[in-house]
């Protein structure tokens, strides 16, 4: 059973561009996560998705950032039109219920924008 | 607004030298507790889930406690290669929301 798979792991984008990042959840699971990490910072909570629901917006940038979790295929998180300050490592996790449950990690995008 | 709040930042140790992280939390009503391993460059290893107070896991030289306050990561006699930053997270309602990290370093 592969794990939450990532990609690209990582991604140059010049500002102004778009940047789309993929997360497949592991077989099994329709919950999926998007966190984004700073360098020297933890986690920050971004948004829940289950397939085709957002369930929680809550962590999203009200410009230029959304996701989504198709019937079909991976979970996309796009960032449109890109700034230096979005540079960082954007991770996924997937989990088979929502409550309570661990939430498995993907290895990450690292996002750097030039 | 809820938190999770780890201590300490960074750890030193050496080598056989135990020690406890601490992750404290204010959470509305907290679903689980997690505690995991992020290696420099990867994604987090999911390590325990705690769900109520009084709760002890164990995982070879890791154990993890559970107050409602806060939990504990007790690492016994650590070795170099437990050397790695340990998240904390909280789920409560629809989030789970991570603490800083404490980055572990273990010298032989």
């Known amino acids: 059973n592969a794990g939450v798979m990532q990609n690209p792991r990582h991604l140059v984008r010049r500002r102004g561009q778009e940047a789309r990042l993929r997360c497949s959840p592991m077989?099994?699971?329709?919950?999926v996560y998007w966190y984004r990490q700073l360098p020297e910072e933890g986690l920050k909570f971004m948004v829940y998705?289950?397939?085709?629901?957002?369930?929680?917006e809550s962590g999203m940038p009200k410009e230029r950032f959304s996701a989504e979790f198709p019937k079909e295929g991976p979970s996309i998180l796009r960032i449109q039109q890109v700034v230096r300050g979005d540079s960082a490592a954007y991770f996924c996790?997937?989990?088979?219920?929502?409550?309570?449950?661990?939430?498995?990690f993907g290895q990450g995008t690292r996002l750097t924008v030039v | 607004e809820d938190q999770v709040t780890q201590s300490p930042e960074a750890l030193r140790l050496q080598e056989g030298e135990s020690s406890s992280l601490n992750c404290s939390y204010t959470?509305?009503?907290?679903?689980?507790l997690f505690w995991y391993r992020q290696d420099p460059g990867k994604g987090p290893e999911f390590l325990f889930t705690?769900?109520?107070a009084g709760e002890e896991k164990e995982k070879e030289r890791l154990k993890a406690t559970l107050t409602k306050k806060e939990s504990f990561l007790h690492i016994t006699a650590p070795k170099p290669e437990d050397s790695a930053t340990y998240l904390c997270?909280?789920?409560?309602?629809?989030?789970?929301?991570f603490g800083a990290g404490t980055r572990l370093t273990v010298k032989p």
């Open positions: 996790a997937s989990s088979q219920e929502q409550a309570g449950t661990e939430a498995f």
């Open positions: 077989k099994g699971h329709s919950h």
């Open positions: 998705l289950q397939k085709e629901n957002i369930i929680d």
């Open positions: 959470v509305s009503g907290l679903r689980g």
């Open positions: 705690l769900y109520s």
């Open positions: 997270a909280v789920e409560d309602n629809n989030d789970m929301r």
